[in-house]
């Protein structure tokens, strides 16, 4: 005869399963046919100044249409839990914030909510640093819900931004570059080939002593510390020399009284250099005006009264530019130009006898003066130069074989 | 004195450059924060160089008059421009100073006239010369001498054409055509450039981080 | 004849630019425009703004000089904002630009029975360039606590709820200088991630075409042209779409000069 479990114990058995179903909020319910919500996790969000938590779940293909996950939080596990976030049931993948989630296969299956606020009892309430909230993730469609197992997480302020890690690498790559040829060029000669516009410089400044016109140099309308300005400067450092050699006379214009200063400072040491301190005058190196167009009107005014056989424009100018060089061009005088201003260099192109484009104002510079940091600083940019177009070269290649590593590497966040 | 002028400039260019890059990559609020105070105190020195600005202008063209230099009656102007509107905002149509701009027209207002009918004015009226300057210059420079400027010259006439109207009209292909030189091989230019301008923008700030460019001191280097 | 033909005196070529220009501005001719890509992407985005009743700041960044080529494009957009009853929110970035914002605020404004303070706001210039758009994300209050007039933010029911950049729905900077490329973009849509969009004088729009394709600009107006693009989307034309037939003449008149001194150039060279 066999042995019967005592009807007792059936109905405790019956009895604890209806208690373990009826543990609620951590237990997961799942009424109907909904698919369970997996691998939820709740974190703080990275690279930011805290205040935000960030929610992850897996993605599941099998959701019905018009579902939708809707987050809930609470500063207690027992609640009460406020709504915090809804989205639709496909949205929010983590391959959409790839600087977050990475760029791998696995941030397809994968959904993601950052919560900053949640609607409180008394209005929208922003998430504190450093507080532990429960949160708890729920699908609904139509009148079917299930839930994932609440998780907790608190939000903290953080001291380093990850998603601009490329960022410091390339820029960190690029400044050891630059500092450690400016560092090399104190020790080694550094070669720079000629630049073209520096010929046609000495041609212009042979000009003007031959005929014996002054030489006007003009600068351009940025101030002192732009690159551009102190590129100008250095020239013009070399144009003094010439001019004291050749005992050409010298009118120097600028823009704004620093700019004009530091000029008349880099003019007096060239002719003291070249040993004609007495050929100095401070009232040839002044400001023609502050705003654009006074300054480009005082300058023309000099170009069309005095003559001078060459002009020499360095810096960066807008759009006086025109004025100034077609201006020039009627008086007949040779033109040279150097601006790193891309938009006006079509316009110094067609007026000017010479233009240096760009780099090649910093490069002449740097030729001109020899000073180390400036031809440390112009290999440290021909050294970085090279990395991008070897990287352009190679993240195209890879990128069409669809390798999109390189790519990845140079895009900003 | 040199510490002054020549030292401590160095250092505070220094330790407020390293703060700088810092900030770009620390998210947490109190980096924040230092960015925000930054950025006040940045505005505070932009609003003080209007003044200093001014003052330089003035005493530039003060001393014009002063020694008599020639066309120092053309910096007599300045004062007399300057000098109107300043005026005309102390008035601030009867209101005073300290009161919040005058609302009205250029009818009503008379800071309001001199601004419409003689700044912008003025200013316009330089800025339109570019047109024919511009004629002139085209005309003169853009002569096919070798292949290379006979492309030019069809890349200039093609834009030219197809960024106005007209050049529908003459054709469908050559608004097609100007938009593909912009696009493409102009913006292939331009970003060659801008990247060397950058890179040389890099450098120089470094170098100004660092304390090795120094001639924004004014001076000279030591 | 040839010689002369390759060295035309200039001042007959200012007399027919010159010509050229004033005669279609006062024959009032204007000429069919066809909107382009970039010009009919700004519209969509300030479509999409009136669709989700939002808000939006025009930044103000040019002056007395680039009057006659940015006040059109000025008036376009505030014609469509006004019309569609977006808020505006105006700013001023360069020192010259308050009395011409100002101008066509009011002048717009009256044109469609606008209400200040609800519909739109002025909040004037404040130094700092870059350094304000910064700000102005970080705290927009810290930026412009008052508008023009002294008013505070908070008394204003269109400013009452403008806590950072990221409360516009769409930003879009007038621009006769650098402050697209250096003052919004870095210091503005790439740190707070809002929808962009500029216009600017027609010599810079190239300089900003590779943040078009970056996408960190929505689109952009170039100079009259794109203004007088605007006006057409809009459906009102004025004088961007005037000055269009004097550009369109101004360019035919360069092009048969270049060409005429190409002739003669060719022709003495065969000689």
């Given at each position: 005869m066999q042995n019967k479990p005592p009807s007792w114990l059936v109905g405790l058995v019956f009895l604890g399963v209806i208690a373990s179903d009826c543990q609620g909020q951590d237990a997961q319910s799942g009424r109907g046919s909904l698919p369970l919500i997996d691998n939820t996790e709740a974190f703080d969000t990275p690279n930011d100044a805290g205040n935000s938590i960030t929610l992850t779940w897996a993605r599941t293909r099998s959701i019905p249409e018009g579902g939708v996950y809707k987050a809930y939080i609470a500063e207690s596990r027992e609640g009460p839990y406020y709504p915090a976030s809804e989205i639709a049931g496909g949205a929010n993948l983590q391959s959409e914030e790839p600087e977050t989630f990475g760029?791998?296969?696995?941030?397809?299956?994968?959904?993601?909510?950052?919560?900053?606020?949640?609607?409180?009892?008394?209005?929208?309430?922003?998430?504190?640093?450093?507080?532990?909230?429960?949160?708890?993730?729920e699908l609904h469609s139509g009148n079917r819900s299930t839930r994932a197992?609440?998780?907790?997480?608190?939000?903290?302020?953080?001291?380093?931004?990850?998603?601009?890690?490329?960022?410091?690498?390339?820029?960190?790559?690029?400044?050891?570059?630059?500092?450690?040829?400016?560092?090399?060029?104190?020790?080694?000669?550094?070669?720079?080939?000629?630049i073209g516009g520096l010929e046609a410089l000495d041609e212009a400044l042979g000009r003007a002593t031959a005929m014996g016109k002054p030489v006007l140099f003009i600068h351009g309308l940025r101030d002192m510390s732009q690159i551009s300005t102190i590129a100008a400067v250095n020239i013009l450092g070399r144009v003094a020399s010439r001019t004291a050699e050749y005992d050409a006379a010298l009118r120097v214009v600028a823009p704004d009284p620093v700019v004009m200063s530091v000029s008349q400072e880099t003019v007096q040491a060239s002719y003291f250099e070249a040993g004609r301190p007495d050929a100095f005058n401070t009232k040839h190196v002044f400001v023609a005006g502050t705003e654009q167009f006074s300054y480009a009107a005082a300058t023309e005014g000099i170009m069309v009264r005095e003559r001078p056989a060459a002009h020499i424009m360095m810096g960066y100018f807008y759009a006086e530019s025109l004025l100034l060089a077609e201006t020039g061009s009627t008086t007949g005088a040779i033109q040279i130009a150097g601006t790193d201003a891309f938009t006006q260099l079509p316009f110094f192109v067609t007026t000017c006898d010479y233009t240096l484009m760009g780099e090649e104002l910093y490069a002449a510079s740097a030729y001109l003066s020899r000073e180390p940091k400036l031809l440390g600083s112009l290999k440290?940019?021909?050294?970085?130069?090279?990395?991008?177009?070897?990287?352009?070269?190679?993240?195209?290649?890879?990128?069409?074989?669809?390798?999109?590593f390189l790519t990845h590497v140079f895009t900003p966040h | 004195m040199i510490f002054l002028s020549r030292t401590l400039p160095v250092i505070v260019a220094l330790c407020f450059g390293v703060f700088g890059i810092g900030i770009y990559y620390v998210p947490h609020a109190a980096a924040q924060n230092l960015e925000r105070e930054l950025a006040l105190w940045l505005r505070v020195v932009f609003a003080f160089s209007y003044l200093l600005g001014l003052y330089?202008?003035?005493?530039?063209?003060?001393?014009?008059?002063?020694?008599?230099?020639?066309?120092?009656?053309?910096?007599?102007?300045?004062?007399?421009?300057?000098?109107?509107?300043?005026?005309?905002?102390?008035?601030?149509?009867?209101?005073?100073?300290?009161?919040?701009?005058?609302?009205?027209?250029?009818?009503?207002?008379?800071?309001?006239?001199?601004?419409?009918?003689?700044?912008?004015?003025?200013?316009?009226?330089?800025?339109?010369?570019?047109?024919?300057?511009?004629?002139?210059?085209?005309?003169?420079?853009?002569?096919?001498r070798t292949p290379e400027a006979a492309l030019l010259l069809v890349a200039a006439i093609v834009v030219m054409l197809g960024r106005v109207p007209i050049g529908a009209y003459i054709s469908e292909y050559v608004p097609a055509a100007a938009e593909w030189l912009l696009n493409v091989p102009n913006l292939a230019a331009k970003r060659g450039i801008l990247l060397g301008v950058s890179l040389g923008a890099i450098a120089t700030s470094l170098r100004i981080i660092f304390g090795i460019e120094r001639s924004y001191l004014g001076g000279g280097d030591e | 004849m040839i010689q002369w033909l390759m060295n035309i005196d200039r001042r007959i070529i200012f007399v027919f630019v010159f010509l050229g220009v004033a005669l279609p501005l006062l024959a009032n001719v204007f000429l069919p425009i066809k909107p382009t890509r970039d010009v009919i992407s700004v519209y969509d985005q300030f479509e999409k703004v009136a669709e989700d009743e939002g808000i939006v700041l025009l930044s103000f960044s040019y002056g007395a000089s680039t009057e006659p080529e940015m006040q059109p494009m000025a008036r376009a957009i505030l014609r469509h904002c006004f019309s569609r009853n977006i808020k505006v929110v105006a700013v001023c970035l360069w020192p010259e630009a308050p009395g011409l914002a100002r101008k066509v605020l009011e002048e717009i404004g009256d044109e469609f029975g606008k209400t200040y303070g609800e519909d739109y706001a002025f909040l004037g210039f404040k130094p700092g360039n870059f350094a304000v758009v910064l700000n102005m994300g970080q705290d927009f209050r810290d930026a412009f606590p008052q508008d023009n007039w002294g008013t505070p933010l908070e008394e204003l029911a269109l400013t009452q709820d403008i806590r950072t950049l990221r409360d516009f729905d769409f930003v879009f900077d007038l621009a006769a200088g650098d402050s697209i490329e250096f003052w919004w973009i870095p210091y503005g849509q790439e740190k707070y991630g809002f929808p962009f969009a500029g216009g600017c004088t027609a010599v810079m729009a190239p300089d900003l075409f590779p943040f078009l394709q970056s996408k960190q600009m929505v689109g952009l107006l170039g100079g009259l042209a794109g203004a007088a693009e605007y006006e057409t989307l809009v459906g009102r034309q004025d004088k961007a779409t005037a000055g269009m037939s004097a550009q369109s003449m101004a360019h035919l008149i360069i092009v048969a000069f270049i060409l005429f001194g190409n002739m003669a150039f060719f022709l003495s060279r065969r000689r």
């Open positions: 760029y791998g296969d696995a941030a397809w299956d994968a959904h993601f909510i950052h919560i900053t606020e949640y609607a409180g009892g008394e209005g929208v309430v922003s998430l504190q640093n450093d507080k532990t909230y429960y949160v708890r993730l197992p609440i998780v907790t997480a608190s939000a903290q302020g953080n001291y380093f931004n990850w998603k601009k890690l490329n960022n410091i690498v390339l820029g960190g790559l690029l400044s050891f570059l630059i500092l450690g040829f400016i560092s090399l060029a104190r020790h080694r000669d550094l070669y720079i080939r000629r440290g940019q021909d050294a970085g130069k090279a990395i991008i177009i070897a990287a352009i070269v190679l993240g195209a290649l890879l990128a069409t074989v669809d390798i999109p | 330089s202008l003035l005493n530039l063209h003060w001393q014009r008059i002063r020694q008599r230099v020639e066309g120092w009656g053309y910096s007599a102007m300045v004062y007399v421009g300057f000098g109107l509107m300043m005026l005309f905002v102390i008035h601030n149509d009867g209101k005073g100073p300290f009161a919040p701009q005058a609302e009205g027209t250029a009818a009503e207002n008379g800071y309001q006239w001199l601004f419409e009918y003689v700044q912008v004015a003025c200013s316009s009226t330089m800025f339109s010369i570019l047109a024919f300057f511009i004629a002139s210059a085209a005309y003169r420079t853009f002569r096919a | -």
